[in-house]
């Protein structure tokens, strides 16, 4: 089992423009990341199997001391491998943080009040559910592999 | 959260005693659920944390996401503003 979140947002800019921002590493490098992080997209390799590597760094002395507060390094480096992709619609990614697994879909359609954007998340997640918990999907596995015994 | 002996979880699921007490026990292997003895009776909770470290998570990559999308916002009023000079540009 998985946990979805869905984000959607309209744009109001030609699907051109907007996928260059999506699909090109510099592009791609100029918006993506959380607040007080800078991406740099190092390989972006446009197809299906093709990777996409980038590091989000601190961008800000509050943010590098922040990381460091939590133990964590001020930079880290994220590779990922495409997974679905038509051009001015649709792309996919998988990432992977350490046990956990996420699948972002970015789907584009062109409406009359501009170009929406559905974002879909889905996480197979293990630490997230806790600790030594199991993830829901193993979890489930090992229902099944269970049930499917006699007695 | 609320607890339930195994004999109310037989009576509200499609599946045998033996099947219940098996599902519950991997539930417990696995830290979703907490289990303790009343007399004769095994009573299960389900346990909160899984859920909610899930829940925070999503908190965040959605945190992460709607900055991200503000800035891309940005970027493209910025490069359509380019791509279209304004007249006093256009000598």
Same mark, same amino acid.
């Given at each position: 089992?998985?946990?979805?979140?869905?984000?959607?947002?309209?744009?109001?800019?030609?699907?051109?423009?907007?996928?260059?921002?999506?699909?090109?590493?510099?592009?791609?490098?100029?918006?993506?990341?959380?607040r007080?992080?800078?991406t740099?997209?190092?390989?972006?390799?446009?197809?299906?199997?093709?990777?996409?590597?980038y590091?989000?760094?601190?961008?800000?002395?509050?943010?590098?001391?922040?990381?460091?507060?939590?133990?964590?390094?001020?930079? =880290? $480096?994220?590779?990922?491998?495409?997974?679905? #992709? /038509?051009?001015?619609?649709?792309? @996919?990614?998988?990432?992977?943080? %350490?046990?956990?697994?996420?699948?972002?879909?970015?789907? =584009? $359609?062109?409406?009359?009040?501009?170009?929406? #954007? /559905?974002?879909?998340?889905?996480? @197979?997640?293990?630490?997230?559910? %806790?600790?030594?918990?199991?993830?829901?999907?193993?979890?489930?596995?090992?229902?099944?592999?269970?049930?499917?015994?006699?007695? | 959260?609320?607890?339930?002996?195994?004999?109310?979880?037989?009576?509200?699921?499609?599946?045998?005693?033996?099947?219940?007490?098996?599902?519950?026990?991997?539930?417990?292997?696995?830290?979703?659920?907490?289990?303790?003895?009343?007399?004769?009776?095994?009573?299960?909770?389900?346990?909160?944390?899984?859920?909610?470290?899930?829940?925070?998570?999503?908190?965040?990559?959605?945190?992460?996401?709607?900055?991200?999308?503000?800035?891309?916002?940005?970027?493209?009023?910025?490069?359509?503003?380019?791509?279209?000079?304004?007249?006093?540009?256009?000598?």
């Amino acid at each position: 089992m998985t946990a979805r979140q869905v984000i959607e947002r309209t744009f109001d800019a030609p699907i051109e423009l907007i996928w260059e921002l999506w699909t090109t590493a510099e592009g791609r490098g100029s918006w993506y990341g959380p607040r007080g992080f800078s991406t740099e997209v190092h390989r972006y390799e446009l197809e299906v199997g093709g990777a996409f590597d980038y590091t989000m760094r601190a961008s800000t002395p509050e943010m590098a001391a922040n990381m460091e507060r939590m133990g964590r390094p001020p930079a =880290f $480096t994220v590779n990922a491998v495409i997974t679905a #992709l /038509e051009p001015h619609q649709l792309i @996919a990614w998988r990432e992977t943080h %350490g046990s956990d697994s996420i699948l972002t879909t970015a789907r =584009f $359609t062109q409406r009359d009040d501009g170009v929406h #954007l /559905e974002l879909v998340l889905e996480a @197979a997640s293990e630490q997230q559910l %806790g600790g030594a918990a199991m993830g829901w999907k193993s979890t489930l596995e090992r229902l099944a592999e269970q049930l499917a015994q006699p007695g | 959260m609320r607890e339930r002996p195994v004999g109310e979880l037989v009576q509200r699921l499609p599946i045998a005693q033996s099947g219940v007490s098996r599902h519950l026990r991997i539930l417990k292997d696995a830290g979703m659920v907490t289990s303790r003895a009343d007399g004769q009776r095994r009573i299960y909770a389900l346990r909160r944390e899984p859920f909610q470290e899930l829940s925070d998570w999503l908190d965040r990559v959605r945190q992460h996401w709607e900055h991200s999308l503000d800035n891309l916002e940005l970027e493209l009023s910025r490069r359509k503003a380019a791509l279209s000079p304004s007249p006093e540009d256009d000598t």
